[in-house]
């Protein structure tokens, strides 16, 4: 007789990765950590790994040796195993030799920052286009730290058959990424070509351009605006490819929206550099609609990054509208507050959707 043990099904499900979060507060006035490390936390859930625990150590200065230092880092090995943490994920900027050094204390894979948003975009990149900027985004953050690394990993040859330097696996790895960021950077330049024709195709038609932190509702603005419906989820960069649509403002008066990636603090530059074929598409806008999440208690933070990028682009100069979104989720007094000069609008309720196309039409 067969055992019924022995035809239980097995999940085929990956395990969902276990987290362990560590963050080092520098006390810094004008950038408190609180609210950075709960954006870092959403990020993680969103990449879908499971936060197992976080640690936050004050230090007027990180570790130049181990980022968070010898004690804590066995602090964090103990933690990791206490916990079944499959990998560490560090809040702060963490150099190739910081991570070097805590990775021989705490035996986990390391992920920094940069390493989980790619990841994030590498789940939601759909286009061929938006593929090759990820993996082209991928490649260069790896290559800057193979670079940091220096000679460190790099040995000679020793006895009969082995004399002279040889290729070490370092540097095989390091002349196989430059090789695919090359073709990647030749694919993407055609990329270039291609939507620059297609923008010369517009007939005439007015560009303008949603820009905004990760997660203010541009996509749902676009939908609402457009009468369409493009890809919309509530989690960080649900939106990476370039999205236009033609929208009505006003009688025998069109005009193009476009729809881009989302911005967030301290943008990776390895992202920047890779999706500039999307961001041109910003320096041809004639006009900007700058949306916020109104029903964020940390709008005006995000607001200050978002101008700190476009300024980065230098697109400081383009005309813009500030569109405070998600009104529908504020009670009176909170929209007493918003700043004087946003137009308030819901994408959810349509409520203000009205005024913004008057606008339009009139800048326009």
Do not use: C
């Not at 961001?279 to 006009?287: C, V």
């Amino acid at each position: 007789m067969t055992d019924a043990r022995e035809l239980r099904p097995y999940s085929t499900e990956p395990t969902p990765t276990r987290a362990l979060v560590v963050a080092v507060d520098l006390d810094l006035p004008h950038r408190p950590l609180e609210p950075e490390l709960q954006e870092f936390l959403a990020l993680i859930e969103a990449a879908g790994a499971q936060v197992a625990d976080v640690v936050v150590q004050q230090r007027p200065a990180v570790d130049p040796a181990t980022l968070v230092g010898g004690g804590k880092a066995r602090e964090l090995a103990a933690l990791a195993e206490a916990t079944r943490a499959s990998a560490l994920f560090v809040f702060n900027e963490i150099r190739p030799r910081q991570r070097a050094n805590l990775e021989k204390i705490v035996p986990l894979p390391i992920v920094d920052r940069t390493m989980l948003i790619l990841d994030i975009f590498a789940q939601h990149a759909r286009s061929r286009e938006g593929k090759l900027q990820v993996e082209l985004a991928q490649l260069r953050h790896r290559a800057a730290n193979l670079a940091g690394l220096g000679t460190t990993l790099s040995r000679l040859g020793g006895g009969v058959g082995t004399r002279g330097p040889g290729e070490t696996k370092l540097e095989v790895d390091r002349r196989r990424i430059r090789t695919r960021i090359a073709a990647l950077e030749r694919e993407l330049d055609e990329v270039r070509r291609h939507r620059r024709t297609q923008r010369s195709g517009r007939a005439g038609l007015p560009l303008v351009a949603l820009v905004g932190y990760t997660n203010a509702g541009k996509s749902s603005l676009l939908n609402r605006l457009a009468k369409s419906e493009s890809y919309v989820a509530d989690q960080p960069f649900a939106t990476l490819d370039t999205t236009l649509r033609k929208i009505f403002l006003a009688p025998g008066k069109a005009a193009l929206l476009a729809d881009t990636v989302g911005f967030i603090t301290d943008l990776p530059k390895e992202l920047v550099a890779a999706f500039r074929a999307t961001l041109e598409e910003l320096s041809e806008a004639d006009l900007l609609l700058g949306v916020f999440d109104a029903s964020s208690p940390d709008w005006p933070r995000q607001e200050a990054s978002v101008r700190e990028i476009l300024a980065d682009l230098e697109l400081d100069h383009t005309p813009l509208i500030r569109v405070a979104n998600k009104v529908d989720r504020l009670d009176p007094a909170s929209r007493t507050a918003l700043p004087p000069g946003a137009l308030a609008v819901s994408a959810v309720t349509g409520e203000g959707i009205d005024r913004l196309r008057a606008l339009l039409a009139e800048r326009l």
